[in-house]
């Protein structure tokens, strides 16, 4: 009765090496193919930027001047009012929709709940895309420059007519549902803000 070989001894050595080498070709192909598959699950870095928070230096915007900012793909403006835009602001509480910001549909911080509708009555911050069908509207627009405004200071929507004062309040009867979005935010230092984060320190 013959005994059969080892089966150490059935394999030659060189076929050995050739099935070990290509073993280990074949997984690192695999994981070469699955790396991108994998990756895929995790954002991008152009995502995570594009909702990453925005610090803005202030310093270098004017009275009466407005700075946009990109947050989340949406144009963010700051605009400094002067002393005679935060008046204005005052007169037109009697003639917008929602004038202490309590609607809903993109609701307001806290902190901006307030006839200015912001943390520094200098400063307001909100996202510059209409309420209505999400056009960008135009402004600030001064006294007299624009019908439809009239002898109000604030933003046109010209797509089909909405405005809204330097508080980003919209005024009544106007196609826009409610007032310009205000992002979240919050300041590092007089002259700095986070646009896209407001949690505390």
Not at 170 to 185: G, I, M, Y
Request: glycine share 8%; hydrophobic share 40%; proline share 10%.
């Amino acid at each position: 009765m013959s005994s059969l070989p080892d089966a150490q001894d059935a394999v030659d050595p060189g076929r050995r090496a050739a099935l070990i080498t290509t073993g280990v070709v074949g997984g690192a192909g695999a994981l070469a193919a699955a790396a991108p598959f994998v990756a895929s699950f995790t954002p991008s870095e152009r995502a995570k930027a594009a909702g990453a928070p925005v610090e803005v230096d202030l310093s270098g915007i004017a009275p009466g001047a407005m700075k946009t900012v990109e947050w989340r793909g949406k144009p963010v403006w700051i605009l400094r009012r002067t002393p005679e835009m935060i008046a204005a602001v005052k007169k037109t509480s009697d003639r917008v929709a929602d004038p202490e910001s309590k609607r809903t549909a993109y609701p307001t911080p806290a902190y901006a709940r307030n006839e200015l509708r912001s943390i520094k009555p200098e400063y307001l911050i909100a996202i510059g895309i209409c309420t209505h069908l999400g056009c960008s509207p135009v402004g600030p627009l001064a006294a007299g420059s624009n019908p439809t405004l009239g002898d109000d200071l604030g933003f046109l929507c010209p797509c089909h007519g909405s405005t809204f004062d330097l508080a980003g309040r919209v005024f009544a009867n106007k196609p826009a549902p409610d007032n310009l979005e205000v992002p979240p935010h919050k300041y590092l230092s007089d002259m700095r803000v986070l646009v896209g984060d407001d949690s505390k320190a």
